[in-house]
């Protein structure tokens, strides 16, 4: 369901010291650093207690995080401090329904219609309470009224299309989302949905069209749902697509080649879907079992590598990052939150976890590694220099590391080192190009050009082969 904006939240003064670490929690949550904005608003909660929009803010963090039990306890004392805060009330009824307990949520959202009757999102997330469970006479009311107070929101307009496919009336169904993707484009779930009415009707080229322009739209957006949850308050499940929906496009539009005697791409498209299906499935498993048990460090760390798997970066780093504060003693925790980093290419960072990883595990050579390789990138070369050094000696056989290093030497200058790296890094991965390249390079500079043409031959060898670097 919703999270609601902070704007009805008591006007409270906060001290200068509160409100500097409150300030600082609502640009972590706007990054999607929520456990780090749980530790400041924390803070700004221990100097000023009776500032009821700091517990609101540690619900949204928590809820984002799927802790569900502490966020409805904060949005709680967000309400016993003020209880017309419409924004927690209303956030306490998305927990609810995360929870499964309706009737409290549909109590909630109740309370919020009798403070504020023009409460469009509440009539909203009420009829989508509603409509799943198939109480359709109680959701249309909701529906009507919220269309009526926002004509131009897409989101009703979607759910109306819901009620008609429900009924089989597919033909009301496609005008209602077409209305909706008139007013939002971009609403993946939309054009998915518009597809699925269509391939009812057996307009099988039109379901084809629409699932390509989801697939479109996904390619173009990030990765699931993320800056959209961190980048307004006002989010609301009746409008926003769960992560990997974009799968179901693949499935529509398979049917849809099938259908139209397209066979060979119909497979393709099933092939997207079971790959992406599968991966989904993982994600899903994982926000089920921390939904039930938030604290499994082991789960959210499981779920930073699934993110990672998928290129969804900034969630990846927020699930090791919350990993890391469960399990502090982690050194492969702290690892995989500065490789999440380094993509984001936050090579401080990246530097402060990989440092962490290696204070706790002297000996983790790959932690090593990529804190010199983190160190590259901040262009800290002598720092770079010294844990690829260290790493070599944990790591003997690992090509890149002496790569690297020869990387370091040539740009000091020093070729006689360089070349000694390169050619470390050949003898462990002899189909290592770009370090034999870089080798044959070091040679010329020492004038020692019989090896150097060497080194070219067997280069000149390999691309004839096909070796791909």
Known sequence: MGIASAQDASAVLLPEEAKAHFERGRALGTQGRDTEAIEAHLKAAELAPDYPEVYYYLGNSHARQLDFARAIQFYQQALEL???YIAARHNLAAMHVKQLTFV?????????????????????????????QNEDDLARPLLEKGMELAPTNPAFYRLRGHLYAEERAFVEAVGAYKKALELDGTDIPTLIALAEVELELGRYQRAVDACKSAIALDDLMEKGDFSALHESQTISDARIASPGLVKEAYSTLAEAYRQLGRTEESRLAME?????DGESSQIREKLRMLAIVPDDHEARAMLGLLYMRQGRYEEAAEAYRLATRLAPDSSRYHNNLGNAHLRLKEYDAAIQAYSEAV?????????????GLAYLHNQRFDEAKQALL??????????????????????EGDYEKAAEMFARAVAARPDFLDARQKLAVSYLKLGRSEESKKELQIIKDMQEAGTPK
């Open 359 to 371: 204070r706790l595990a002297p000996e983790y050579g790959l932690g090593l590694f990529n804190l």
């Open 272 to 276: 997207q879907f079971e790959q992406l």
């Open 104 to 132: 409290q949520a549909i109590a909630e959202h109740r309370k919020v219609l009798e403070l504020d009757p023009t409460h469009v999102l509440t009539y909203l997330d009420l009829a989508y309470i509603y409509f799943r």
């Open 390 to 411: 260290q790493t070599l000696n944990l790591l003997p056989d690992h090509a890149e590391t002496p790569y690297y290093l020869g990387l370091i030497y040539g740009r």
């Open 82 to 84: 003020n209880p017309e």
